[in-house]
């Protein structure tokens, strides 16, 4: 496991990282015109709402991009993937998180993805990746 610090939680982001707790991996969406926004935002970006609330998605994506991180900033910590994972409810929306795959050689770009989540706090739920295999 990677060490990690809980993240703040507030208005915009709770959704985001809470959302595990019910196995969904929630995006802000624009209740006016559909469109998701993250990271979060208050106001649409596309028609200048500010009715935007979390929405589950699908959990799916593709590897848009991604780097394998070897030096240990942590003493004991392993080498992992940090990966840009599209997002297929939307063209362009796209999400950072780490990714894990049996086989590192079945991390590519383009290669299909599943949400999983890691509790961290009682509360918060890290939403991470791995490839479909």
């Not at 707790?21 to 998701?36: M, S, T």
């Not at 009715?51 to 998605?57: D, F, I, L, N, R």
């Amino acid at each position: 496991m990677i060490p990690r610090r809980p993240p703040l939680l507030d208005e915009l982001n709770e959704a985001f990282w809470t959302g595990g707790a019910a196995g969904e991996l929630r995006i802000l969406r624009c209740g006016a015109c559909g469109f998701y926004l993250h990271p979060p935002y208050p106001q649409c970006p596309v028609c200048g709402s500010k009715q935007v609330a979390p929405s589950a998605v699908s959990g799916l994506g593709k590897v848009h991009s991604y780097t394998e991180n070897v030096h240990a900033w942590v003493e004991g910590a392993t080498p992992y993937t940090i990966a840009l994972v599209d997002l297929p409810e939307q063209e362009g929306l796209r999400v950072l998180s780490n990714l894990r795959a049996p086989d590192p050689s079945d991390i590519t770009i383009g290669a299909p993805v599943r949400v999983y989540f890691e509790q961290l706090t009682d509360e918060v739920w890290l939403p991470l990746f791995e490839v479909e295999t």
